[in-house]
């Protein structure tokens, strides 16, 4: 329910506004390794925006957000190692090529829902990750793969994640606002609803996985760049997991939701790392609390507060 | 020349022969009240011609083109729009998004379907409740929503499953007025309803189903005193 009151006029700059709170962080944070832990953050970031885009906002469950970030990830490792083209051209082939895939993946599943689609996607993450990991004379395989980096400073990667992210925001912002925007929540309510009023349900159900698919490509592509190793376990279920735990402690189908979320977790999930496999123990029960009581999330409970719908 | 057009329609589900062999039209601007008992065919009979289930033999004409095995979408797109029984809104969008949403898909640009928008919220009594979510909204207030975007695009062809079901007499008024109102400028409707005083006050003509076959087709007080369908209905002759 949308609720009256200044505030709301502020709600729709609310996820520009966490980035401009996190963007000063290497002002404060000056460990490398933390450094990285927020940059690892963004790139969780990216994935959950892209993967908001399809679950949160079009309702399609898919299980394969990690997969389209190895693949792009890839894509872009595998043309520096063999064709040595600069890593910028690889950034393109990293968001092309997980669009692609994505593009194709989705005329084949987009007239699916629910379980089915859910499970297709599992089925072609796992497809995915084991081509890859077996592939060992092109990919290295488990050995993994280096890829040449771009940047020597740590601050340098942290804004260029940093404007990549804000880029897809603002881009999810004003796609939102547009009459896709209004297709795919349609979609994401009631399909058969969606049909008879004139929105082309499968074409946009295919437009969004795309779209979803070539943001992850776009994270894969520059984690590939910071890390400078890749290998199959960046397509691993624990990763999609990962990303839904963000989204869904977030707030799924808002744009703030997977950026408080990912910081959230990736960040505690750090904390907890000595402590062992606890914390994802924690995340689990966090996840159901929050679907039993506040399904809205993090981001929903700003909204009851009367922060309004786009938070 | 018929806005509708159904020839030899058929359509089963494993044993249950939902509708048997139906030719029926629906003409340009008329205003066909579609009766008969429960689970006599006619939900079927407008999910064949609004494109969501496709029929096992016949024919479905809009406009004079086949249109039978064609999408909703593309059906909607032609100018055939469908209110369902279970009422059917974009529950976490706002009363107002759920009309912009169909406008825009239907071809409206932004201010054409903001304006139009605006319009039949007014018209139908929802102005207040615009910017609240579809899903916060009474069931009555559903209805007319949904009621309210097979309009977004107007002249067009309505199939209206049970729009009185359940609704308050307030909103039943409203609904049945913005009919007569749509019917006078060139709407072309056909209204299932169980509720016979709004059939007849409301609707000329009237087709009655059973079994899956029409059984009566004819002016709207002549077919609702017709035998055949006082026996569909209560199940005996001479009883009413």
């Known amino acids: 329910m949308r609720r009256p009151g200044a505030l709301r006029a502020l709600t729709p700059w609310l996820p520009l506004a966490f980035l401009a709170l996190v963007a000063p962080l290497p002002l404060v944070v000056t460990d490398p390794y933390w450094l990285g832990i927020l940059i690892l953050s963004m790139y969780f970031a990216l994935i959950s925006s892209g993967w908001n885009l399809l679950a949160g906002y079009t309702g399609q469950f898919s299980l394969a957000p990690a997969t389209f970030a190895m693949l792009g990830a890839y894509a872009t490792g595998l043309l520096c190692e063999y064709a040595k083209t600069p890593p910028w051209i690889g950034m393109i082939a990293a968001v092309a090529t997980s669009a692609i895939i994505g593009v194709i993946l989705a005329l084949v599943v987009m007239r699916l829902s629910g379980a089915y689609l859910a499970l297709t996607t599992l089925s072609f993450a796992e497809i995915a990750r084991l081509v890859i990991a077996n592939s060992y004379n092109f990919t290295r395989g488990d050995l993994g793969l280096g890829v040449p980096g771009i940047f020597e400073s740590r601050v340098t990667w942290y804004y260029v994640v940093l404007g990549a992210l804000a880029a897809v925001v603002v881009g999810l912002m004003l796609l939102l606002r547009s009459p896709m925007g209004l297709y795919l929540q349609a979609i994401r309510d009631d399909e058969v609803a969606a049909a008879s009023r004139g929105v082309d349900v499968v074409y946009w159900k295919t437009v969004s996985f795309t779209l979803s698919s070539a943001i992850a490509g776009l994270a894969g592509g520059l984690y590939a760049h910071f890390s400078q190793l890749i290998s199959p376990e960046l397509g691993l279920l624990t990763q999609t997991g990962l990303v839904i735990c963000m989204v869904v402690i977030g707030g799924i189908g808002t744009l703030l939701g997977p950026l408080v979320g990912a910081f959230l977790v990736y960040v505690l999930s750090e904390l907890l790392r000595e402590v062992g496999g606890v914390q994802l123990i924690v995340f689990a029960l966090v996840v159901i609390v929050i679907a039993r009581f506040f399904r809205e999330g993090l981001a929903g409970l700003a909204r009851r507060a009367g922060l309004g719908k786009l938070a | ?240």
Do not use: W
């Open chain 2, 1 to 240: 020349m018929s806005r509708v057009a159904l020839e030899k329609v058929e359509k089963s589900f494993g044993g249950l022969r939902a509708v048997a062999g139906v030719t029926f039209e629906l003409g340009d601007g008329e205003l066909v009240g579609l009766i008969g008992p429960n689970g006599s065919g006619k939900t079927t009979l407008l999910s064949l011609v609004s494109g969501h289930e496709s029929p096992d033999g016949g024919r479905v004409l809009l406009d004079g083109h086949e249109i039978q095995g064609l999408s909703p979408t593309r059906i909607a797109r032609a100018g055939l729009m469908r209110m369902f029984q279970l009422t059917k809104v974009f529950r976490r969008m706002s009363a107002l998004d759920n009309l912009l949403t169909t406008g825009r898909a239907l071809g409206l640009s932004r201010p054409a379907a903001a304006a139009r928008a605006k319009s039949i919220l007014e018209e139908l009594g929802l102005a207040p409740v615009a910017e609240l979510d579809a899903g916060h909204l009474s069931g009555g207030q559903q209805k007319l929503l949904e009621f309210g975007c097979c309009f977004m695009v107007p002249p067009r062809i309505a199939l209206l499953d049970e729009p009185f079901a359940a609704v308050h007499p307030t909103l039943k008024e409203t609904m049945a007025g913005y009919i007569r109102k749509r019917h006078a400028e060139g709407h072309t409707f056909l209204v299932v309803s169980h509720d016979m005083p709004v059939v007849a006050e409301l609707c000329i003509r009237a087709v009655c189903m059973n079994a899956g076959s029409v059984i009566a087709d004819g002016p709207t007080r002549a077919v609702l005193s017709d035998p055949k369908v006082i026996e569909a209905y209560l199940g005996g002759e001479g009883e009413a």
